[in-house]
């Protein structure tokens, strides 16, 4: 029987908190270090992210789950993409792309006006993927991520 390599977006179910957590966990540690943010979120993806109108999305391939991303609801049609990752053995599968489009999508149809995205700039892939996207850098304000040092944003 053939193998399907179709990638799936799916939204978040209870089943997929653990895969939240590891795919993050997997990218940050790898650049960076884990901060007390990065804990809340990772460890209640419900409360933190869900239960606050925000959406996860998991993307599968061959059935696993190999990447995840989320919308974090700010209020007033404003939304954070955060949490996005990419687990490496398929990364070059535009798994980023589908699933940032995917994203950019949910939040046009959540009546969102804006989403808004902060990343380090020694992650240039991950730029690339965003100005593709059609993100665009603009001023970078405090966050709560010592790691953040820029600030991308998309009218919807």
């Keep these: 029987m053939p193998q399907t390599t179709a990638v799936a977006i799916l ?11 590891e795919l993050n966990e997997e990218w940050i540690t790898r650049y960076f270090v884990m901060e007390e943010a990065d804990h809340k979120s990772l460890g209640d993806p419900q409360g933190y992210i869900l239960d606050k109108g925000g ?13 995840t991303c989320a919308l974090i ?19 070059g599968l535009k798994i980023g792309k589908l699933l940032g489009e995917a994203a950019i999508q949910k939040a046009r149809e959540a009546g969102a006006v804006k989403v808004y995205l902060v990343s380090n700039r020694k992650l240039e892939t991950a730029l690339n993927l965003y100005k593709r996207l059609g993100f665009a850098e603009v001023p970078m304000p405090p ?4 790691r953040a040092d820029i600030k991308m944003e998309i009218e919807l």
């Design 55 to 67: 959406y996860i999305l998991m993307a599968e391939y061959n059935q696993e789950v190999v990447g």
């Design 143 to 146: 966050s709560i991520y010592e």
């Design 11 to 21: 939204d978040f179910e209870p089943r997929h908190a653990a895969k939240f957590r």
């Design 73 to 91: 609801n700010e209020g007033n049609g404003v939304y954070e993409l955060a949490k996005m990752a990419v687990t490496p053995k398929v990364q």
